[in-house]
Structures are given as C-alpha cells and as structure tokens.
C-alpha cells in the first residue's frame, strides 16, 4: 500500500546537537511538506518542495534545513540554532496534478530535546 | 500567504446531536480550495471534506457538511448525528496549506 513513512516516532537529543527526520513516500506525490505541531497552535509549515532539487521556506524555517534529492525522500534537518525544537514533526505530501489535491500525512514524530 | 482563523479552542457535543466548527480565511486568489481535516488521539491526520470556492454548491461526505460563504470568507463544518469516534482535533486548511490553530471536539455519551 503507497503512503507515507516517518521515523523514528520519537526521538531524543541532547541540546546542541542537529538531528535530522526522514520522511519517505511511495505515493509517487511531485510536493512534499514539513509541519510542526505545538500544543494550541495548530500545524505551522516549516519548508516545502514541489519539485526535486527545489524547496522554498516556509512561516517558520529558522533553525530548519531541508534537502530534497530524490522524489520519495523530503528529510527534515533540526539544528542546533532551533531554540525550541521539542515538538511533534509531521511530513505530508500531496500530488500536483489536478487542482484542489488534498495533503496525505505521515504519522509524525515526536522529538524531544533536553 | 493565506492566513486561516479557528477561534474555537474547544467545542463539545451530545451524541447523535449536530455540532459547527467555525472557520474563516483570508485569501486574494479568486479560485481556491478549502480543507478540513481530522486528528485523532492516534495524531494520525484524515481529510475529513474539501470545497472548491467557484462551486455554489456546499460539498457534503455523509454526516459532514461546509456551510460556505465566500463573501464572508467564512468555511464552517457541520457535524450530524455525532458519535464517540468523532471526537479529536479539526483543523481547517487553505488552499496553500496553512491551517488554523484546531478545535478539539468532545463527543458526550
């Protein structure tokens, strides 16, 4: 069945340290999209890719990097200038053909920074 | 971007009875789409309906259904006859995938 894979579920590291989230799809999707989910505040886009070696940024990229070299695979880079990375990550893609598509999400991850 | 407004944090409802989740959006573009979408406990995201802004016609999935005004900006969803498993976060979504802060809906027995 085609859909979309994150991993870990949850992830641990120390302050200081970049970890980097994968996120993998087979839904053969040309966009992908990084959002994090903070308690109260919804799903805010991080960064987003509509085309292989292509992303443009999203409301909140500080601390964020994205590479996008392969169409299945869109991973999520947390640096050490992130102030507050602990949160739920989760990947979503959508097709671009057909106007209107909807988002298919992955089951996120939790990271944890201490 | 495409700003969306969710300015219920929480609502509840009786079971089997019907319940609206408001929305409202800004956008300058003429044609778009509107989304909601559904989190469970599982956290595992769920289209749950879509609108397209030129389709007069509100968009209806079984029990779920928009009430749209476009000149008002506004995109509620109404539930019917709720149940048990409807109870989890709903998030409204722009056509440039931005999305309102949720509601977190409780399904009383």
């Known amino acids: 069945d085609g859909g979309i894979t994150q991993s870990p579920k949850y992830l641990f590291r120390k302050e200081g340290q970049n970890v980097t989230l994968s996120c993998e799809q087979n839904?053969?999707?040309?966009?992908m999209y990084w959002y994090r989910q903070d308690p109260g505040q919804g799903l805010r886009l991080i960064y987003y890719?509509?085309?292989?070696?292509?992303?443009q940024k999203g409301d909140i990229a500080e601390g964020y990097s994205v590479s996008r070299e392969k169409k299945e695979s869109f991973p999520l880079t947390v640096t050490s200038a992130q102030k507050n990375p602990t949160a739920f990550y989760l990947c979503?893609?959508?097709?671009?053909?057909?106007?209107?598509?909807?988002?298919?999400f992955g089951n996120g991850t939790r990271l944890t920074v201490t | 971007a495409q700003t969306v407004t969710q300015s219920q944090p929480e609502m509840s409802v009786q079971e089997a009875e019907t319940v609206t989740l408001s929305c409202t959006y800004d956008?300058?573009?003429?044609?778009?789409?509107l989304f909601w979408y559904k989190q469970p406990p599982s956290r595992q995201m769920i289209l749950v309906i879509r609108?397209?802004?030129?389709?007069?016609q509100n968009a209806t999935e079984n029990r779920f259904s928009v009430n749209f005004q476009k000149a008002a900006k506004s995109f509620s969803l109404k539930i019917s006859d709720s149940q048990l498993g409807d109870a989890a976060m709903y998030f409204c979504?722009?056509?440039?995938?931005?999305f309102g802060a949720g509601t977190r809906l409780t399904v009383k027995p």
């Open positions: 979503a893609s959508k097709t671009m053909t057909g106007y209107g598509s909807p988002l298919h």
């Open positions: 839904l053969n999707h040309d966009a």
């Open positions: 890719s509509q085309i292989v070696n292509d992303f």
């Open positions: 956008t300058s573009e003429s044609d778009y789409y």
């Open positions: 609108q397209e802004a030129y389709k007069q």
């Open positions: 979504a722009s056509n440039d995938m931005r």
